[in-house]
């Protein structure tokens, strides 16, 4: 017995679809009720969905009962104000979990590769059911600004740098890759992020909006690369030292953000 899993997410764990005509839809996101909540940098959520549809975003499985990351409820308030965005999370008609638009301001590449992280998305998931992963919808005009992924967390031979232009839609395997958004400005971004459940529904939406599963990566200057790296340790190592000082063992980033 294993997981369901995308097909369409078989050879490298993630996959473009189609660019989503973004500037057709108004900025609904600018109209939603935001809280604060830690992920990589300095960010703010808007749930639309969540584990018993109040406005907060906390993992399924740290709630009581806890559940695994799918039967989000859909919060009424955020979907008056957001409509086009929670149409656009059901339209697979695939199970969604946790739904949210994230704010991230401005950062480094640098501070992204310190806050890459995996997600944990399939915790509680039993083996037979789907696999879930994430979707993410850029709604503000980012093409500057690059999703990082990495298999390997310190290792950026495995790096893949995805744009983020207004209507980009990734899907990702985010349990499986280190991940991370390099936002570079000068506004915040904003991008819709779902949890879907693999399976028929999923598959036949990647295959209708023509997924990609080798999308081009950007290229990035080796000594910016080197220097991120550097940093990344020390920063690591400061933390290690901070937590130490009081006592704590530090838990892994798996375990602070998603
Ligand atoms: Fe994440």
């Not at 008056?80 to 950062?107: D, F, S």
């Not at 990566?217 to 290690?240: C, F, K, S």
Request: proline share 7%; charged share 25%.
């Amino acid at each position: 017995m294993s997981f369901i899993t995308s097909s369409a997410l078989q050879a490298t764990g993630y996959v473009t679809l189609d660019r989503y005509d973004q500037a057709a839809d108004p900025a609904e996101w600018l109209d939603l009720e935001y809280v604060g909540w830690r992920s990589s940098g300095i960010t703010r959520f808007a749930p639309l969905a969540s584990y018993a549809g109040d406005i907060e975003c906390n993992g399924f499985w740290n709630h009581t009962p806890p559940r695994t990351d799918k039967d989000g409820v859909w919060i009424p308030s955020q979907v008056e104000k957001a409509p086009n965005l929670a149409r656009r999370a059901q339209e697979p008609g695939a199970n969604v979990g946790r739904c949210r638009v994230i704010e991230l301001q401005p950062n480094t590449y640098a501070d992204a590769i310190y806050n890459l992280h995996q997600d944990d998305n399939n915790r509680m998931n039993e083996e037979g059911d789907g696999w879930v992963v994430r979707a993410w919808f850029n709604l503000t005009d980012d093409p500057d600004s690059l999703l990082i992924l990495r298999e390997d967390r310190f290792d950026p031979s495995t790096e893949v740098r995805l744009p983020l232009p207004a209507g980009s839609r990734i899907i990702v395997d985010t349990q499986r890759f280190w991940h991370a958004v390099w936002h570079r400005g000068p506004s915040p971004r904003y991008s819709l992020i779902t949890s879907w459940t693999s399976g028929p529904e999923l598959d036949a939406y990647i295959e209708a909006n023509h997924g990609e599963q080798h999308p081009q990566t950007v290229a990035l200057d080796p000594q910016i690369i080197d220097a991120a790296q550097v940093e990344m340790h020390r920063r690591i190592e400061e933390r290690r030292k901070a937590f130490e000082a009081q006592g704590i063992v530090m838990e892994p980033p798996a375990d602070l953000y998603s």
